[in-house]
């Protein structure tokens, strides 16, 4: 089992940065990648952004490409999403994910098993 932990969220004026943190913990928490996806109210989840697990390879969604970077400590077992120039449209729940073992990366939200509660992100204009 691993438990995925998110921080960092709060409110921000349009234009501000924020840095969201994904603590893992847990006995499997090794060679998996890791993923931020966001779901805005009356809208369907979607990808942010990915990582796998040695940080060689990103995905992002074309979105926040050039805005948000992601990135990750393994000694920490944390990931992070740098969030820059945000916009009001960034506005919404922020959840991280941890992907399978051994999996290539994805921009699924089925391809990865344990999720975390979430943080808020609202930019205000």
């Known amino acids: 089992q691993v438990q995925v932990a998110e921080s960092g969220g709060g409110l921000v004026q349009a234009g501000g940065s924020l840095r969201l943190s994904c603590a893992a913990s847990?006995?499997?928490?090794?060679?998996?990648?890791a993923a931020w996806f966001r779901q805005a109210p009356g809208q369907e989840r979607e990808f942010v952004a990915a990582?796998?697990?040695?940080?060689?390879?990103?995905y992002y969604a074309d979105s926040v490409l050039g805005r948000f970077t992601i990135s990750r400590d393994n000694a920490k077992n944390t990931a992070y999403l740098q969030m820059n120039s945000l916009k009001p449209e960034d506005t919404a729940h922020y959840y991280c994910a941890a992907g399978r073992i051994g999996r290539m990366l994805s921009r699924g939200g089925g391809d990865y098993d344990y999720w975390g509660q979430g943080t808020q992100v609202i930019v205000s204009s």
């Open positions: 847990g006995r499997t928490v090794t060679n998996r990648a």
């Open positions: 990582i796998s697990w040695l940080g060689v390879t990103k």
